[in-house]
């Protein structure tokens, strides 16, 4: 499991003086880019390879306010991916200070081919560090249909 602590800023409270959603986003993005660049998947190599993650979506529960004052970790592990990595799915748990699991997200994402701009896998390398890393004991292995299991598509427009 990959970890990352957070200081919690006036900056990222909202109205009601608690952590806001967009700083539950931005933490766990934060914390994603972290452990990629920890893997090796930095600006440079995604450049290299013309490569980029993409969020389909993050589905975020809460289950105690957190404020300002007192650090805030922010767990990354993954419980999903196809076998050529094209598809992974994230889970991030939010710790209170007093180690408290006080939220917890569900994100699926994928590989962008940044000249083609579609989904891709990853080349040979990049695919065998990104299997060696632990999984999460939910683990399994994700096919395309797994990416469509909330089954959105766009209205048709004004």
């Known amino acids: ?4 602590e957070f200081e919690v800023r006036w900056s990222d409270v909202d109205a009601n003086r608690h952590l806001a ?3 539950y986003v931005n933490f766990m993005s934060h914390t994603r880019m ?15 390879h013309e490569i980029g993650p993409v969020v389909f979506y993050e589905h975020i529960y809460y289950f105690k306010e957190v404020f300002p004052g007192k ?8 419980v999903g991916m196809s076998e050529d990595a094209k598809f992974f799915e994230f889970e991030h748990n939010f710790y ?17 081919d940044l000249k083609t701009r579609k989904l891709t896998g990853l080349t040979n390398d ?11 004991a939910n683990f399994k292995v ?12 766009p209205n048709k427009g004004l």
Do not use: Q, Y
């Open 96 to 112: 209170n200070h007093k180690g408290e699991n006080v939220a917890r997200c569900e994100m699926m994402g994928a590989w962008m």
């Open 126 to 136: 990049l695919l065998k560090t990104f299997s060696e890393v632990e999984k999460g």
């Open 21 to 23: 959603n967009s700083a």
């Open 34 to 48: 972290a452990f990629l660049m920890e893997l090796g998947f930095d600006h440079r190599a995604m450049a290299i």
């Open 142 to 153: 994700l096919t395309k249909e797994d990416s469509r299991k909330f089954a959105r598509v």
């Open 1 to 4: 499991m990959h970890l990352k």
């Open 71 to 78: 650090p805030v970790k922010v767990s990354l592990e993954i």
